[in-house]
């Protein structure tokens, strides 16, 4: 009766009420899709109300295109404009990434919502679907006599999201009820009842599972003994078994405490792609240290600042790291030129004794990530985050005897590490990569043929035009594989439905996601080729072993299923923190506020994603300035800062450009003296950044628009 009341009077606060509960509706639109539409108040008393339909009570569409402007306060006047339109309510859809509420970073508008022109919603008082409306309307939400609301959806509208929908709007009715004012902003009313908080905070995160308390080399070593004649790496035509490899490290292990190399120090290593670069990252932590990679690849500069701001002891090369960083100031033992120093060293552990530490507590490797001030940041991971990372992930990829699996990541990816250990602890074999393979998709589908690779972890990107070779040619799925793992980039449902089409179907499919933050990983979904709809997304599954995952809104209270929202990780992936920048930890590593343990964080990702009804989660985009190239994370303010070092520019601004049917590509848009050579910013860029930081296109203005 209370709702009836409401809705005979045209009450605003109910319209308000019901396009909340509603929001679920709107995350099930691909984002490129989105066309925000205003719904107007109630004007007619005792006539049915209708929203987001056509004639007089019209809802108003508003669609903002930002696409390819490179500047932050045009979006500011944008958000300006649309408050000045008699309270009409919109989204800004920014860089052509991703929609937001307005009222997600407004605190004025939060509780009003946004409306997607092929959702329209209705509102009415009554007990039946109107005749004719079935068409127009996917969601009607309607009040009968008796009292009973009633919730109609179109086919499109899958039953467990309108069962979502409909605990939504029952919650949130019944909070609104219950008051006897009207509150002052709607967010404070609940849309999420005591059973669903349950399931959100601590059912979907119900992950804790025991892992032993060792350090990574040290749950190697014992595969070793396993297994000691097993195949552990090969490079070309070098081999390596678990017994051998096991020796080898140890020897090095026992170099670097020979030349001062202590419990707890950082060692650089830069080593090329070799069996010795899986040799020395097992040296360096058998000799308690952890270790700085640092990519042979990677310009001269751009080494220099990370040994800079990583201070190592020494840095562990070969002829190439040596070659790289011979205009690089520090200590070097290098596995080649100190050849005998190393082959004089024990080849196993017991003589290292309590000299060496065994802290699962400590730091495993000190790895670089873009930052967006202009300089890399340096991230701690711990012994015992990595070991769950390798177990937890084992728990999916299933790895043993027999399996080989392509180290095909940089060394200063993290991704590198998914790619070695989770083998290296079972038994199975890691192929490392020559450096020319991933140029050229003939060479690298022949590799993993002639090679007869079980298991692949690759960029999305790159597993995208994989599969677009493969059907141009009409070639089947290399017959040895057994699974294949990306992330964590959005996977195309065309593209895996070729995949299945090309012969994958018995091919285990996995979908992950992370930051280098939560150690490589946090969460994973196996596809099932069963029922498999391309036009859905491809989720990226729920949290593994001993993570936590929360998509919170601006305030920091969980959001109901289908709601887009920020993405936080707990647990023991965490890291430590950002080295040296105790500032910018504390700003992303915050207290947890659903943990009373002491020191629990979470870590704020900075990454959108909503609840499907069944807990597993799907991506959505970024909600910052961060952006994803060929499974790369990477911060334009950090490509912006090494382009106005240059001296001929003045100002810079950088997008990524994703257009339909094209790679991604980074566009620099830059404002220059009289004297620019594009040619020379170019050159400039690629002696500072990564090869994959480095824009496709520079496109040079007279000035940039501020309006």
Same mark, same amino acid.
């Given at each position: !009766?209370?709702?009836?009341?409401?809705?005979?009077?045209?009450?605003?606060m109910?319209?308000?009420?019901a396009?909340?509960?509603l929001?679920?509706?709107?995350?099930?639109?691909?984002?490129?899709?989105?066309v925000?539409?205003?719904?107007?108040? =109630?004007?007619?008393?005792?006539?049915?109300?209708?929203?987001?339909?056509?004639?007089?009570?019209?809802a108003?569409p508003? /669609?903002v295109?930002?696409l390819?402007?490179?500047?932050?306060?045009?979006?500011?006047?944008?958000? %300006?404009? /649309?408050?000045?339109?008699?309270?009409?309510?919109?989204?800004?859809?920014?860089?052509?990434?991703?929609?937001?509420?307005?009222?997600?970073?407004?605190?004025?508008?939060?509780?009003?919502?946004?409306?997607?022109?092929?959702?329209?919603?209705?509102?009415?008082?009554?007990?039946?679907?109107?005749?004719?409306?079935?068409?127009?309307?996917?969601l009607? &939400?309607?009040?009968?006599?008796?009292?009973?609301?009633?919730?109609?959806?179109?086919?499109?509208?899958g039953? !467990?999201?309108?069962?979502? $929908?409909?605990?939504?709007?029952?919650?949130?009715? %019944?909070?609104?009820?219950?008051?006897?004012?009207?509150?002052?902003?709607v967010?404070?009313?609940?849309?999420?009842?005591?059973?669903?908080?349950?399931?959100?905070?601590?059912?979907?995160?119900?992950?804790?599972?025991?892992?032993?308390?060792?350090? $990574?080399?040290?749950?190697?070593?014992?595969?070793?003994?396993?297994?000691?004649?097993?195949?552990?790496?090969?490079? #070309?035509?070098?081999?390596?078994?678990?017994?051998?490899?096991?020796?080898r490290?140890?020897?090095?292990?026992?170099?670097?405490?020979?030349?001062?190399?202590?419990?707890?120090?950082?060692?650089?290593?830069?080593?090329g792609?070799?069996?010795?670069?899986?040799? #020395?990252?097992?040296?360096?932590?058998?000799?308690?240290?952890a270790?700085v990679?640092l990519?042979?690849?990677?310009?001269?500069?751009r080494?220099?600042?990370?040994?800079? %701001?990583?201070?190592?002891?020494?840095?562990?090369?070969?002829?190439?790291?040596?070659?790289?960083?011979r205009?690089v100031? #520090?200590a070097r033992?290098?596995?080649?030129?100190?050849?005998? +120093?190393?082959?004089?060293?024990?080849?196993?552990?017991?003589?290292?004794?309590?000299?060496?530490?065994h802290?699962?507590?400590?730091?495993?490797?000190? $790895?670089?990530?873009?930052?967006?001030?202009?300089?890399?940041?340096?991230?701690?991971?711990r012994?015992?985050?990595?070991?769950?990372?390798?177990?937890?992930?084992?728990g999916?990829?299933?790895?043993?005897p027999?399996?080989? $699996?392509?180290?095909?990541?940089?060394?200063?990816?993290?991704?590198?590490?998914?790619?070695?250990y989770?083998?290296?602890?079972?038994?199975?074999?890691?192929?490392?990569?020559?450096?020319?393979?991933?140029?050229? =998709?003939r060479? =690298?589908?022949?590799?993993?043929?002639?090679?007869?690779?079980?298991?692949?972890? &690759?960029?999305?990107?790159?597993?995208?035009?994989?599969?677009?070779?493969?059907?141009?040619?009409?070639?089947? *799925?290399?017959?040895?594989? %057994?699974?294949?793992?990306?992330?964590?980039?959005k996977v195309?449902?065309?593209?895996?439905?070729?995949?299945i089409?090309?012969?994958?179907?018995?091919?285990?499919?996995?979908?992950?996601?992370?930051?280098?933050?939560?150690?490589?990983?946090?969460?994973?979904?196996?596809?099932?080729?069963?029922?498999?709809?391309?036009?859905?997304?491809?989720?990226?599954g729920r949290?593994?072993a001993?993570?936590?995952?929360?998509?919170?809104?601006?305030?920091?209270a969980?959001?109901? *299923?289908?709601?887009?929202?920020?993405?936080?990780?707990?647990g023991?992936?965490?890291?430590?923190g950002?080295?040296?920048?105790?500032?910018?930890?504390?700003?992303?590593?915050?207290?947890?506020?659903?943990?009373?343990?002491?020191?629990?964080?979470?870590?704020?990702? #900075?990454?959108?994603?909503?609840?499907?009804?069944?807990?597993?989660?799907? =991506?959505?985009?970024?909600?910052d300035?961060?952006?994803?190239?060929?499974?790369?994370?990477?911060?334009?303010?950090?490509i912006?800062? *090494?382009l106005?070092?240059?001296?001929?520019?003045?100002?810079?601004?950088? +997008?990524?450009?994703?257009?339909?049917?094209?790679?991604?590509r980074?566009?620099?848009?830059v404002?220059?003296?009289?004297?620019?050579?594009?040619?020379?910013?170019?050159?400039?860029?690629?002696?500072?950044?990564?090869?994959?930081?480095v824009?496709?296109?520079?496109?040079?203005?007279?000035a940039f628009?501020?309006?």
């Amino acid at each position: !009766e209370a709702l009836q009341g409401l809705l005979r009077e045209g009450s605003e606060m109910l319209r308000m009420y019901a396009l909340d509960g509603l929001r679920a509706a709107e995350a099930q639109v691909p984002v490129e899709q989105v066309v925000p539409m205003l719904g107007p108040p =109630f004007t007619r008393k005792g006539a049915t109300a209708l929203l987001g339909l056509s004639g007089d009570e019209a809802a108003l569409p508003v /669609l903002v295109r930002l696409l390819d402007d490179p500047m932050a306060g045009v979006r500011a006047e944008a958000a %300006r404009a /649309l408050l000045a339109l008699e309270d009409a309510l919109a989204a800004l859809e920014r860089l052509g990434t991703f929609a937001w509420d307005l009222g997600a970073r407004t605190p004025e508008l939060r509780g009003r919502s946004l409306l997607p022109a092929r959702w329209p919603v209705a509102l009415a008082l009554t007990d039946a679907l109107p005749p004719g409306l079935d068409a127009q309307v996917a969601l009607l &939400l309607g009040v009968g006599p008796d009292g009973q609301v009633r919730l109609w959806a179109a086919d499109v509208v899958g039953d !467990e999201l309108l069962a979502c $929908i409909d605990a939504q709007l029952a919650t949130l009715a %019944r909070a609104a009820l219950e008051r006897d004012h009207a509150p002052s902003s709607v967010s404070a009313l609940p849309l999420i009842d005591a059973a669903e908080r349950q399931r959100l905070l601590v059912e979907w995160n119900d992950t804790a599972r025991p892992i032993p308390h060792a350090c $990574i080399h040290e749950l190697f070593s014992a595969q070793a003994r396993r297994t000691p004649e097993a195949p552990a790496v090969r490079f #070309g035509d070098q081999r390596c078994s678990y017994a051998q490899l096991d020796a080898r490290a140890n020897q090095v292990a026992h170099a670097l405490r020979a030349r001062g190399v202590a419990p707890g120090d950082l060692v650089g290593l830069a080593v090329g792609r070799s069996v010795e670069l899986v040799v #020395g990252l097992l040296g360096i932590l058998k000799a308690g240290a952890a270790y700085v990679p640092l990519d042979c690849t990677l310009p001269a500069p751009r080494l220099a600042l990370i040994l800079r %701001r990583s201070e190592p002891s020494l840095v562990l090369t070969d002829a190439t790291g040596r070659q790289v960083l011979r205009d690089v100031p #520090g200590a070097r033992l290098c596995l080649e030129g100190d050849a005998a +120093l190393v082959a004089a060293q024990p080849d196993t552990a017991a003589e290292l004794g309590p000299r060496l530490a065994h802290d699962p507590e400590g730091l495993a490797y000190v $790895i670089f990530t873009s930052g967006s001030t202009g300089e890399p940041k340096a991230v701690e991971i711990r012994h015992h985050s990595l070991v769950n990372h390798a177990l937890a992930i084992q728990g999916h990829f299933g790895l043993g005897p027999g399996d080989r $699996i392509l180290c095909s990541a940089s060394i200063g990816f993290d991704v590198a590490a998914e790619q070695i250990y989770p083998a290296l602890l079972h038994g199975a074999e890691v192929i490392v990569r020559p450096d020319d393979l991933l140029r050229s =998709f003939r060479g =690298f589908d022949a590799f993993v043929r002639e090679h007869a690779l079980t298991a692949l972890t &690759l960029p999305t990107a790159f597993w995208h035009e994989w599969v677009r070779f493969l059907d141009a040619r009409a070639l089947p *799925v290399p017959p040895s594989l %057994r699974m294949v793992a990306v992330g964590t980039e959005k996977v195309l449902g065309e593209a895996l439905a070729t995949w299945i089409e090309r012969g994958a179907a018995e091919v285990d499919f996995f979908q992950g996601y992370g930051p280098t933050e939560a150690t490589v990983t946090c969460t994973m979904h196996r596809h099932d080729p069963q029922g498999f709809d391309p036009a859905r997304p491809v989720p990226i599954g729920r949290p593994l072993a001993n993570t936590e995952i929360y998509l919170l809104d601006p305030d920091g209270a969980p959001v109901p *299923v289908g709601v887009p929202a920020e993405l936080y990780v707990g647990g023991l992936g965490l890291a430590r923190g950002y080295r040296g920048r105790p500032d910018l930890t504390e700003e992303r590593f915050v207290p947890h506020p659903f943990r009373a343990d002491e020191g629990a964080r979470l870590y704020r990702t #900075g990454d959108l994603a909503r609840w499907e009804p069944d807990g597993e989660l799907v =991506f959505l985009g970024r909600a910052d300035f961060q952006v994803k190239i060929r499974g790369y994370r990477v911060e334009l303010g950090e490509i912006e800062g *090494v382009l106005r070092g240059h001296p001929d520019v003045e100002e810079a601004v950088v +997008l990524l450009r994703d257009d339909p049917g094209e790679p991604k590509r980074l566009v620099a848009y830059v404002v220059a003296g009289p004297g620019f050579r594009e040619a020379a910013l170019d050159a400039h860029g690629r002696a500072h950044l990564p090869e994959y930081m480095v824009p496709a296109a520079y496109v040079v203005l007279d000035a940039f628009p501020l309006t």
